[in-house]
T-cell receptor, first 111, second 113 residues
Framework: EPEVTQTPSHQVTQMGQEVILRCVPI?????FYWYRQILGQKVEFLVS????????KSEIFDDQFSVERPDGSNFTLKIRSTKLEDSAMYFC?????????FGPGTRLTVL | AQSVTQLDSHVSVSEGTPVLLRCNYS??????LFWYVQHPNKGLQLLLK??????LVKGINGFEAEFKKSETSFHLTKPSAHMSDAAEYFC???????????FGTGTRLLVSP
């Protein structure tokens, strides 16, 4: 069964560094999403993406964040200058019909 | 704006007893509702969904949920808990189609032998 995959599973970075989180959505899906879950808190929407542009973004998704679909398979989330409060689990999802399918997540730790 | 409220942060049951995880929703129009499960250090797995078809929805692993518009509820149930059901459960609401998901705060299900 096709799955959403994410790499890396864990990422440790220094504050102020740039990170790129990678996702491979299910191949025939057209809508993509990023969510994050800070430890002990609920899952929060960051951004949705369709037809090579952002469809919707939350107030969390400020100028430090960007998304890109650089080729036909990858979907990336970039954080330009990481802050301590960016430490979280980041989930990618893709949409089929009315259901979003999630990847296993990338745990980002900012030191 | 849409939102969900999960009424219990923790639920403890014994193996073999029924499970009830409660969720109330708020939506200005007919919502789509989902239950996702998250096992420790794992991703989010879809358990079941309601999208304006049958109000009683059956999902994986013996779970089911009933959409009650009059009560704005979408409670998750299972007749008999198994140890492997121990996880975090999220009630989720969205608008139509491609719209973002709005998660509840989660209910941690603990299953004792």
């Amino acid at each position: 069964e096709p799955e959403v995959t994410q790499t890396p599973s864990h990422q440790v970075t220094q504050m102020g560094q740039e990170v790129i989180l990678r996702c491979v959505p299910i191949s025939n899906h057209l809508y993509f999403y990023w969510y994050r879950q800070i430890l002990g808190q609920k899952v929060e929407f960051l951004v949705s993406f369709y037809n090579n542009e952002i469809s919707e973004k939350s107030e969390i998704f400020d100028d430090q964040f960007s998304v890109e679909r650089p080729d036909g398979s990858n979907f990336t989330l970039k954080i330009r200058s990481t802050k301590l409060e960016d430490s979280a689990m980041y989930f990618c999802a893709s949409l089929q019909g009315d259901t979003q399918y999630f990847g296993p997540g990338t745990r980002l730790t900012v030191l | 704006a849409q939102s969900v409220t999960q009424l219990d942060s923790h639920v403890s049951v014994s193996e073999g007893t029924p499970v009830l995880l409660r969720c109330n929703y708020s939506s200005s129009y007919s919502p789509s509702l989902f239950w996702y499960v998250q096992h420790p250090n794992k991703g989010l797995q879809l358990l079941l969904k309601y999208t304006s078809a049958a109000t009683l929805v059956k999902g994986i692993n013996g779970f089911e949920a009933e959409f009650k518009k009059s009560e704005t509820s979408f409670h998750l149930t299972k007749p008999s808990a198994h140890m492997s059901d121990a996880a975090e459960y999220f009630c989720v609401v969205s608008g139509t189609g491609f719209q973002k998901l709005v998660f509840g705060t989660g209910t941690r299900l603990l299953v004792s032998p």
